[in-house]
């Protein structure tokens, strides 16, 4: 049996350091400290009474964080220590997680998951939770500049997350949803084309990461992002763009007919229904 302890009152450095075991030999690196913990409360609705860190005799054997919002929340990272993984203990911490989260009122709870991550995978399978869609990541380095005949203006990023409050899919992954895209500040930038829209992070840097882009439901299937991100090609000529795999495959077409090539890396969006 495991005992639990929330991250507020275990102290945020200290689950730094749980996670950061946990995540030792990930698909992909990463490190948790006090800033980033911080960065997610302020960005992602990280919720430190919500978040736990798990024991087995005493030990730290894991950590969980919990983000909310109204009646989601959103599994923000999730790890157990090497030497208790693969011992029933993972298992045992969802079933806290999803107690509290019915405890609470949610309604329901999501994730992201790397497609390749087996075990966790099977975790949440066996908590209850569902594939809702797959998704993924793209590169673009160099793009050709293109003769565009409207050119982009900067708009406030608040502008485009009200656009994706408004015009985006009501089941976009956390970190695409308006409410995230609403705390992106500068050195981020956003842009508008007619009718459509998109926030980048900081243009300066040689890699420029595409973290929304919407356009209006009637102005779709016209061309629009295309010619704004056309635009943006010449406007920052010489750069690599990315799109994290954060992006839903129903974007797929979109990027591919850009010139981006899939990346190596996608995720599963998965959610349980709290009130089945
Ligand atoms: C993913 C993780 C949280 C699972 O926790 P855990 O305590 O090891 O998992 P459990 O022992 O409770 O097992 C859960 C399921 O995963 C399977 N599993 C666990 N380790 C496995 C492994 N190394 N290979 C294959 N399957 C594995 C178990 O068999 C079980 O599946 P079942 O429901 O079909 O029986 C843990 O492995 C971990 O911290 N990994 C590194 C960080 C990470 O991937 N976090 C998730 C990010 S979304």
Redesign the pocket.
């Known amino acids: 049996m495991i005992d639990t302890k929330s991250v507020l009152a275990y102290g945020l450095e200290e689950t730094a350091v749980i996670l950061n075991r ?6 992909v690196p990463i490190n948790f400290t006090l800033n980033s913990l911080l960065n997610m409360v302020a960005h992602d609705g990280l919720d430190l009474s919500s978040s736990r860190i798990a024991f087995k005799n005493g030990e730290p ?2 950590a969980g964080l919990i983000a909310r919002r109204g009646w989601s929340s959103r ?1 923000a ?6 030497e ?11 079933k806290v997680l999803v107690t509290d989260a019915k405890e609470r009122g949610d309604h329901r709870m999501e ?4 497609a390749a ?10 908590a209850g939770f569902r594939t809702m869609r797959q998704l993924f990541s793209y590169k673009l380095e160099s793009p050709p500049l293109f003769q565009t005949s409207n050119t982009a203006i900067e708009i406030d990023i608040r502008e485009v997350a009200r656009q994706v409050t408004l015009n985006g899919y009501s089941d976009l992954p956390w970190q695409l949803s308006g409410e995230t895209i609403a705390g992106f500040t500068p050195p981020y930038q956003a842009y508008r084309l007619d009718k459509a829209f998109v926030v980048l992070t900081n243009p300066e840097n040689e890699t420029i990461h595409i973290r929304s882009l919407i356009v209006n439901q009637s102005a779709r299937n016209q061309g629009q992002a295309t010619q704004l991100l056309h635009s943006l090609f010449t406007r920052f000529p010489g750069k690599t763009w990315n799109v994290p795999a954060i992006f839903p495959e129903e974007l797929g077409p979109l990027f591919e007919t850009l010139g981006f090539k899939r990346g190596e890396l996608s995720q599963w969006q998965m959610a349980l229904d709290i009130r089945e």
């Open positions: 946990g995540f030792s030999d990930y698909f054997v894991g599994l990272g999730m790890a157990i220590v090497p208790a993984q693969n011992q029933g203990i993972g298992k045992q911490f969802m994730l992201e998951v790397i991550n087996t075990p966790g995978i099977k975790l949440y399978e066996s």
